[in-house]
């Protein structure tokens, strides 16, 4: 009871300042990430904030899954260089015994983990498809702004307005330059207005103008006088959208399995088992020699864990492009570092290794053909 009472005590002390300050590097990062996009017209400054609260969301789970990784490996490492595991040890505890106290540190971080990737992750991925798509909307508008030359998305078109009533509906004075291949057209009016057609195309209606067609660097140009003319603005094209996968809840994608789903299910199912299967893999390569104090093994620990995380991100880009089935896809990762967990678990309880030569040994053993019974 002492011993399990104080290794959870140790293990959530770490963990709160570990994922504090994990947590606190990623919010900085988004932060003079997205503030470089709002400097350059990318996103808007009013969703700087929400960006990063719904950005964050999305990487809770990897978070939390370093964070158990990383707790359990650096209190197992102290307790081995203060001598307390041998003292452990002396008490009859088995290195198995610290397997139930760190999976029920471990169970309620997986749950968290779950949720968030398989529920509210999704939610905040579609939040975020949101607040580009609105921006995206108010670009179309300030593509008509006052006083200003603004080129459409597709750099094609440029555009300008000496003024712009409050509502952004009317427009007076408008020069507009468009360019297809050689062929120019210019087109200035005294005025138009901004309307919505009733399958939410937009356009720029001018009126009582002139429409200049030519090519470039020509000398002839076309002129036609014309009392109504439209100029239809580009619309919204947010990016991702309602067709990424990031942004599709999880039934959606278990009622559509096509590969890129496949995919995305197998990362967010992937994320609550990793929890399990990393925070054992801690247990045994926690080993420090109390009389060396190197820390190497966490240096060890680090590149195991970035090691298993790209092996998933390559596991599910395979799914996705039919490499590999979803069936195998889903669990051979967190198998195969379940198996080196053992190893590991073997290792250190000195229990009777077998040699790669041994094996071979038997594997040959049980391949070779038998000679055959004479008649007699």
């Known amino acids: 009871m002492i011993f399990s009472q104080s290794l959870r005590r140790d293990l959530n002390s770490v963990a709160g300042v570990m994922f504090s300050t994990l947590f606190t590097i990623m919010v900085t990062t988004s932060l003079i990430r997205f503030l470089g996009r709002a400097a350059t017209d990318r996103i808007g400054v009013a969703d700087v904030v929400p960006l990063i609260a719904f950005s964050s969301i999305g990487y809770i789970p990897v978070l939390l899954v370093l964070t158990v990784f990383l707790s359990v490996l650096m209190v197992l490492s102290r307790a081995w260089r203060d001598s307390e595991m ?56 300030s593509q008509v702004a006052a ?39 210019v087109v200035a009016s005294r005025g138009g207005k901004v309307e919505v057609q009733d399958n939410g195309d937009r356009f720029l209606v001018l009126e009582d103008g002139r429409r200049y067609d030519g090519e470039w660097g020509g000398v002839e140009f076309s002129l036609m006088e014309f009392e109504r003319y439209g100029v239809r603005l580009e619309p919204a094209t947010g990016p991702g959208g309602a067709d990424s996968t990031r942004g599709l809840t999880t039934p959606q994608l278990l009622a559509s399995p096509t590969p890129a789903n496949q995919g995305e299910l197998m990362a967010r199912i992937g994320l609550p088992v990793s929890v399990i299967v990393i925070a054992l893999l801690a247990i045994p390569l926690a080993f420090v020699n109390p009389r060396l104090g190197s820390s190497i093994n966490i240096v060890i620990g680090v590149l195991i864990y970035f090691t298993y995380t790209n092996l998933n991100g390559l596991m599910r880009s395979w799914i996705a492009q039919e490499r590999i089935s979803f069936s195998l896809g889903v669990w051979v990762t967190h198998v195969t570092l379940f198996v080196i967990a053992l190893y590991l678990f073997h290792r250190r309880m000195n229990l009777p290794q077998v040699s790669l030569g041994r094996l071979l040994a038997i594997a040959r053993s049980l391949f070779k053909p038998r000679p055959r019974a004479q008649a007699g």
């Not at 169970?107 to 949101?130: D, H, K, N, R, T």
């Not at 009317?170 to 297809?180: A, K, M, P, T």
């Open 86 to 141: 041998v003292i452990w040890f002396a008490s009859g505890q088995s290195l198995t015994a610290w397997i139930r106290p760190v999976l029920s540190f471990a169970l309620p971080y997986a749950f968290v983990v779950g949720m968030v990737a398989l529920v509210v992750s999704p939610w905040a991925q579609q939040q975020i498809a949101e607040l580009r798509q609105r921006f995206e909307q108010r670009e179309d508008v």
């Open 147 to 185: 006083g200003q030359f603004r080129e459409s998305r597709s750099s094609n078109r440029v555009f300008f307005v000496e003024s712009v009533n409050k509502e952004q509906t009317e427009v007076s004075n408008v020069f507009v330059v468009q360019h297809d291949g050689p062929r120019m057209i």
